[in-house]
């Protein structure tokens, strides 16, 4: 008897793993069902690129004092990165983050001042090269502060505390710069 209980239970389970989320609507809206998944068909602007099965991967090591953006761009440039991903860990004493308010764009990003010592929780970006063959890093993330809050957003400026290391890994086939 157990064991078709068991048995049921698995199968009641695997069925709820496929709920998909058009199904939310009909449970209670505050609660998302265990084993919801998204929707199909809803990023028709999606495009893939494959860019191919190679790739170089550096770590990139900064020590106290290093401005981490600045520092990812001299790299860029030094190496010719021309398409890559990057996550990072370590510490800041301070830093500038940026916050996109879309109903006010044209003012830009609001500031965000981190003017304080912080644990990197995540740091993640790309780097690119634009359509003028400038390199470019674009990077998101947060610290954690010492009483547990945590602040971020998008990348400006961040000054190494203590240490700090990012891997970088860049994709063969990186396409060409836009003309």
Do not use: C
């Not at 001042?113 to 890093?137: A, H, K, P, T, W």
């Amino acid at each position: 008897m157990h064991g078709f209980i068991g048995r049921l239970g698995v199968l009641v389970l695997a069925a709820s793993l496929a709920t998909p989320v058009a199904a939310q609507d009909k449970a209670d809206s505050q609660y998302i069902t265990p084993g919801t998944r998204p929707g199909k068909g809803l990023a028709p602007g999606m495009k893939v690129t494959d860019l191919g099965n190679r790739s170089r991967t550096f770590r990139v090591n900064f020590v106290k004092g290093d401005e981490i953006m600045s520092g990812l761009t001299e790299f860029a440039e030094k190496y010719r990165i021309r398409n890559a991903h990057f996550t990072a860990l370590g510490a800041l004493s301070r830093g500038t983050f940026g916050w996109a308010n879309y109903e006010r764009r044209e003012l830009g990003q609001k500031k965000i001042m981190l003017n304080e010592g912080g644990e990197i929780v995540s740091f993640m970006g790309n780097i690119y090269v634009d359509d003028q063959g400038r390199s470019v890093v674009h990077g998101h993330g947060s610290v954690a502060l010492a009483d547990g809050s945590v602040r971020g957003g998008h990348w400006w400026e961040a000054h190494v505390g203590i240490i700090a290391v990012v891997f970088v890994t860049e994709e063969e086939g990186a396409p060409a710069p836009v003309k």
